[in-house]
């Protein structure tokens, strides 16, 4: 998958209802849509940087 990244102190969430998190290692986490399932985030636990899949853009424009 394609993904960007940003720190994560500059994302600013509006609505996180459908956000769920899952810790899918022990150094890492992946937010998803809980309605869809749509893989959204990635985060390193510990780094400052979120990653932000590409082509999920404008489906979470109501998260961030």
């Known amino acids: 998958a394609a993904y960007t990244n940003v720190e994560e102190q500059n994302i600013k969430f ?3 209802s459908t956000l769920k998190w899952f810790r ?3 150094r890492a986490k ?5 309605k869809c399932g ?7 636990i510990g780094t400052k940087n979120i990653s932000i899949a590409a082509c999920c853009r404008p ?6």
Request: aromatic fraction near 16%; charge should be positive; include cysteine.
């Open 59 to 64: 489906f979470v424009t109501n998260l961030i």
């Open 24 to 26: 899918s290692s022990k």
């Open 14 to 16: 509006i609505k996180k």
């Open 30 to 34: 992946r937010g998803f849509c809980s």
């Open 38 to 44: 749509a893989s959204v985030f990635f985060k390193v």
